[in-house]
């Protein structure tokens, strides 16, 4: 287990092994520049990335599961009763928080909010831009609950206020991840895969026909120099293949022999 939640930074004087933790926020740094929105660039954002990086390594470990183990609900009505009926801040700050993290980790790691199967039906299928507001809103949900349950500005709540206003910048974050750090690469297409098959095959054919025309040259130029009846066959057999291969191909077998 331990090799696979460790990684060895490279090129670095220090080569022993570093906790998936810090794979994760380098990896989260680097992908901040490359999507355009750098640490601290439109506002100081340090502490949202130490809490992306704990978010997606409690992913890999599954250890959140226990404590968010119920809180997931799909849906906006039902999920907003469960949290008015919750007397106490804290536990409605949870219940948002985990349902924000949930759509963060769904639109950005997996691209898959309502976490159904590629192609299914469903009529409640939302559009992104939906989906992306249900994220703003329960981070800004959870964020008035922090301040009700603590009474005063603390960490979480500023993390979950910044998450809230650049929601689905931090969602296109993630997304820059996916194939760089996560090896996480889209599911081709039906289509797609037609189209790639139809290439690789095209490309094929035309390899057949280049080493078919290769050879009849080969074998024409043979039989020029020798005239010999082995030669005059291995000619014959080598054009009815080509023009099997390519009925466009044209070739007279008496101009072999009045040549």
Request: hydrophobic share 35%; proline share 5%; aromatic share 12%.
């Amino acid at each position: 287990m331990e090799s696979s939640t460790a990684y060895r930074p490279v090129g670095r004087g220090d080569t022993r092994p570093s906790p998936a933790y810090y794979y994760m926020i380098d990896n989260l740094l680097e992908c901040r520049k490359e999507s355009g929105f750098p640490s601290n660039g439109e506002f100081f954002d340090e502490d949202v990335n130490v809490y992306l990086a704990g978010l997606l390594t409690s992913h890999v470990f599954g250890s959140d599961a226990g404590t968010t183990a119920g809180m997931i609900i799909p849906y906006d009505i039902p999920l907003f009763e469960v949290a008015s009926d919750e007397a106490a801040p804290r536990r409605r700050f949870n219940i948002y928080r985990a349902n924000a993290d949930h759509l963060l980790i769904r639109l950005g790691v997996f691209d898959n909010p309502s976490g159904r199967r590629p192609g299914s039906a469903t009529h409640m299928a939302l559009a992104r831009d939906a989906w992306i507001g249900r994220g703003k809103a329960y981070y800004r949900l959870a964020w008035a609950c922090a301040a009700e349950t603590f009474r005063r500005p603390t960490a979480i709540g500023d993390v979950m206020g910044k998450l809230s206003s650049g929601f689905e910048r931090y969602v296109g974050v993630l997304s820059a991840m996916r194939p760089s750090c996560l090896n996480m690469i889209p599911r081709i297409s039906n289509g797609e895969m037609f189209h790639l098959e139809r290439s690789v095959l095209e490309d094929d054919r035309k390899k057949e026909l280049t080493a078919l025309y290769d050879s009849f040259l080969d074998a024409w130029t043979a039989y020029r120099k020798s005239g010999t009846s082995d030669d005059r066959k291995k000619l014959y057999m080598v054009s009815d293949e080509l023009k099997k291969a390519d009925p466009s191909f044209s070739f007279d077998p008496l101009s072999a022999d009045t040549s």
